[in-house]
């Protein structure tokens, strides 16, 4: 056999064989089930929601895809659609991951935001300071208030977070944060919700902290804190290293610098 004769025997074989498989492809992706999605492994929803996702993925199956596609294959979902009406369903979704883990299905990841405070009865923020609408239940939440004027930002969301936790230990449980359009944070709580600390945004929080340390270990204050902790109004820790507080019914405010001492105390003027 001739060379030439040879080679186009070769390429008429290549072409022929390319068709086959083409058709073949097309063949199995139109006509068979062999890629066709019969299972929806939903991951990080919770069971009653899984129900509705799975009904609303179903019936999604049954539409094209660009209007010739079939739209229940593992190589062509409604990826978009899916992920809107997760959104819509889960309003408090992060992140969606969609994909293919085998012929048959289709493995659908929801990650929820993690919420920090709440804004709302609906609406709570993240750490990031991502507002958003959760449907959980956020009860235990601590409430975060703040004016229109006011920048929220994870640099002093960050901060509230720093010192949060160590007020509810040692002073009073915190119950709301109330951020104000001069950046100053109250951190409000105790058994009324009527006690209050207070700290600028721009403050040093270790200083901070360990100023409100050395202040509630001190006389008179430590003494009144454990016999009237519920008359406290506010701890004031804005003014340098020094803290400024007030009890109900005090004529006026006392002040502890973090050099007192158990017996130092000076009472401001009126």
Excluded at 218 to 229: G, N, W
Aim: proline share 4%.
């Amino acid at each position: 056999m001739k060379r030439k004769t040879f080679n186009k025997i070769r390429k008429f074989s290549l072409i022929t064989f390319l068709i086959v498989c083409l058709f073949s492809i097309f063949y199995v992706y139109f006509k068979t089930g062999f890629l066709t999605i019969d299972n929806y492994e939903i991951v990080g929803a919770k069971d009653q929601y899984i129900p509705a996702l799975k009904e609303k993925f179903e019936e999604l199956d049954k539409q094209k895809l660009y209007k010739m596609l079939p739209g229940n294959r593992v190589i062509s979902y409604h990826d978009d659609e899916m992920k809107s009406f997760i959104h819509e369903l889960l309003p408090n979704t992060e992140k969606i991951s969609v994909m293919p883990i085998s012929f048959h299905t289709l493995k659908i990841s929801i990650k929820p935001y993690t919420p920090l405070f709440k804004i709302n009865d609906k609406q709570a923020i993240t750490k990031e300071a991502i507002i958003y609408t959760e449907i959980e239940d956020m009860n235990n939440l601590t409430t975060l208030l703040f004016s229109t004027s006011s920048t929220i930002n994870s640099f002093n969301l960050s901060k509230i977070v720093d010192i949060v936790p160590k007020i509810s230990a040692s002073i009073f449980e915190v119950k709301e944060i109330n951020l104000n359009e001069y950046n100053d944070i109250y951190v409000k709580g105790g058994s009324t919700n009527n006690s209050v600390v207070i700290f600028s945004e721009n403050s040093d929080m270790k200083k901070i902290w360990s100023n409100l340390v050395s202040a509630i270990d001190t006389d008179p204050l430590k003494s009144k804190l454990e016999k009237d902790k519920d008359r406290l109004e506010y701890l004031d820790t804005r003014f340098g290293n020094k803290v400024f507080y007030k009890f109900t019914n005090d004529k006026q405010p006392v002040i502890i610098g973090t050099h007192a001492t158990t017996t130092a105390t000076t009472t401001l003027p009126q």
